[in-house]
C-alpha cells in the first residue's frame, strides 16, 4: 500500500510557476511509473506527465511540452511536477499516482493515487 501527500498547489497568474510534491509512504518500488494526471471541472481525469524514478522515460502531454517536468526522489519518497509557463487552461485538480505500468498515459493502469490539489492559473 502507497500513500501520497500532495502539496505546492495553489492560485497564481497566467506566466507564472509552481511545483507540486507528493510525499510518499509504503512501500515503494523501484519499478513505479511515476504519473501525473489532472482533472478540471465537467472533464475526465487526463494525463498530464510521467518519469521513473531515475529521471528517464519522461512523457508529456501535448498541452504542457516544454512547460511541465515529472521528477522523482526514490530515497526521499518524493514526486514532483514543475509547472512552468502556466495558462488559464492548466486550471484543474492535479493528481499524483504510481504503478507498475507499460502505459503510462493511461490512468486506469496506476495503482496508487494522492488526494488531489487545486491549481488555479487567472489571466
Known sequence: QVQFVESGGGSVQAGGSLTLACAA???I???YTLGWFRQAPGKER???AACRWNG???LSADS?????T???DKDKKMIYLQ???LKPEDTAVYYCGVGRTLRPELKNTYEFWGQGIQVTVSS
Do not use: E
Open 25 to 27: 509512504s509504503g512501500r
Open 29 to 31: 518500488l523501484s519499478t
Open 46 to 48: 487526463s494525463f498530464v
Open 56 to 58: 528517464q522515460n519522461t
Open 64 to 68: 504542457v511540452k516544454g512547460r511541465f
Open 70 to 72: 515529472c521528477s522523482g
Open 83 to 85: 509547472m512552468n509557463s
